[in-house]
Each structure stands twice: as C-alpha cells, then as structure tokens.
C-alpha cells in the first residue's frame, strides 16, 4: 500500500474510520530529516502493506491536524487505532522503533 497523504478533509476516512492500525508521519518539505524518516516510511509501508497504513501529514499545509496532535517538532510519528490515540514518537525513528511501536496494535 502506498503512503496516502493526509489532509483534514480525508483524516476521518482515512485515519479515524480505518481498521488497521495508522502510522501518520507529521512532517514538512523543508525538514531535512523528515526527508530521512520518509525513506523508512516507504519501506515499512512496503513490507507492512495490509497490515498498516502509512500517512503523511504536511505541517504547513495541515497546521490544525498539527494543532490537535500537539506537534512542537517534526519530524514526528503518530500511531492511531481505530480512531484512538496510540503513541507518539519524535524525531527520525528507524524501522525496528517504529516496529516495537507497533507492537500493542498488531
């Protein structure tokens, strides 16, 4: 599965309506190091597909999603079950943080 873009018109169908669990990437085009965590985002959302879905949310473009998720510093993971709140991690995660984050949701 691809990683899908999200936006405040598609968070409800997107992330909270979802039955797998969500990986949401809060990230910006400027942010060097989110362009390292998204490297690792396209990977996992390669080997994890059907089993977790993978968004990314641009901070400048979405500043109240930012807002609601109390985003300071990017990049930031957020990890979200059935619409609920599961986690959250700062700065870039590699792949086996991102899998032990994972770990309460599979």
């Not at 969500?22 to 597909?49: G, H, R, Y």
Request: net charge negative; with cysteine.
């Amino acid at each position: 599965m691809a990683v899908v873009t999200i936006t405040k018109d598609n968070f409800e169908a997107e992330v909270l309506g979802c039955k797998i669990p969500v990986v949401l990437d809060f990230w910006a085009e400027w942010c060097e190091p989110c362009k390292m965590q998204s490297t690792v985002i396209e990977e996992l959302a390669a080997e994890l597909d059907g089993k977790v879905k993978f968004g990314k949310v641009n901070v400048d473009e979405e500043a109240s999603l930012a807002l609601n998720y109390q985003i300071m510093s990017i990049p930031t993971l957020v990890v979200m079950h059935y619409g609920l709140f599961q986690g959250k991690a700062i700065g870039v995660q590699g792949k086996d943080a991102i899998r032990e984050m994972l770990q309460g949701v599979l």
